[in-house]
């Protein structure tokens, strides 16, 4: 089957560092994604990996390993506009589809 | 570009009426997905598009809910008729494939939907 798992939901203080994991169980994969959305807002796309290792951007960086199913977006500096739900997209490229499945989101709330 | 457009933002409606969603995506994109998001099941996609020819709609609940492209820029989603499960925010999606637009999904912000 296919299945997305992150954390519901953490907390983290202002000015600190928060990761948030995401495992992943797919057909096919082409390509993991993070979205950023604020409450009752559409999600905003945050980062894109294919390949293993580390992306950077920002006081975002988000990290891939194809072999473990994982990755992990990282959030330095938090700000207190970084409160949102962070969602982890797989593309599975099984059958030559173009889908996206999404976790459920990570609810973060970041206090003063 | 003014991004992937929804219309209406918010619809109120009552069980049994029929609903149109409508959503005019980005502007040389060639793909549009249409997404349900409910507290309980998450963000679920419904159907896409792929140069306005639905390619997969695995995920349309029933037969209550239809989706056209008629156009590179305008899709439409309809439900009918409606129960008040339907109830949810629906997404619109467009994206581009190539080794720069690497395919990211831009999303509408959304059509609220309540079915009383």
């Known amino acids: 089957g296919q299945n997305i798992d992150q954390p519901t939901e953490m907390t983290a203080t202002e000015g600190a560092i928060v990761q948030i994991n995401c495992t992943y169980q797919?057909?096919?994969?082409?390509?993991l994604f993070w979205y950023q959305q604020h409450a009752g807002e559409a999600p905003t796309f945050l980062s894109y990996?294919?390949?293993?290792g580390l992306e950077e951007k920002g006081r975002f960086s988000s990290f891939l390993s194809r072999s473990k199913g994982y990755s992990y977006l990282l959030l330095k500096e938090l700000q207190m506009k970084d409160s949102a739900s962070y969602l982890c997209?797989?593309?599975?490229?099984?059958?030559?589809?173009?889908?996206?499945?999404f976790g459920t989101g990570t609810l973060l709330a970041v206090q003063p | 570009d003014a991004g992937v457009i929804q219309s209406p933002r918010h619809e109120v409606t009552e069980m049994g009426q029929e609903v149109t969603l409508r959503c005019k995506p980005i502007?040389?994109?060639?793909?549009l997905f249409w997404y349900r998001q409910t507290m309980m099941r998450g963000l679920e996609l419904l159907i896409y598009?792929?140069?306005?020819?639905?390619?997969?709609d695995s995920g349309m609940p029933e037969d209550r809910f239809s989706a056209k492209m008629p156009n590179a820029s305008f899709s439409t989603l309809k439900i009918q008729p409606s129960e008040p499960r339907d109830s949810a925010v629906y997404f619109c999606?467009?994206?581009?494939?190539?080794?720069?637009?690497?395919?990211?999904?831009?999303f509408g912000a959304g059509t609220r939907l309540s079915v009383l």
């Open positions: 502007s040389g994109h060639d793909y």
């Open positions: 990996n294919v390949l293993d």
């Open positions: 999606a467009s994206s581009a494939l190539g080794a720069i637009a690497k395919n990211i999904q831009y």
């Open positions: 997209a797989v593309r599975d490229d099984g059958g030559a589809t173009n889908k996206l499945i």
């Open positions: 598009f792929n140069n306005n020819v639905p390619i997969d």
């Open positions: 797919t057909s096919g994969f082409n390509g």
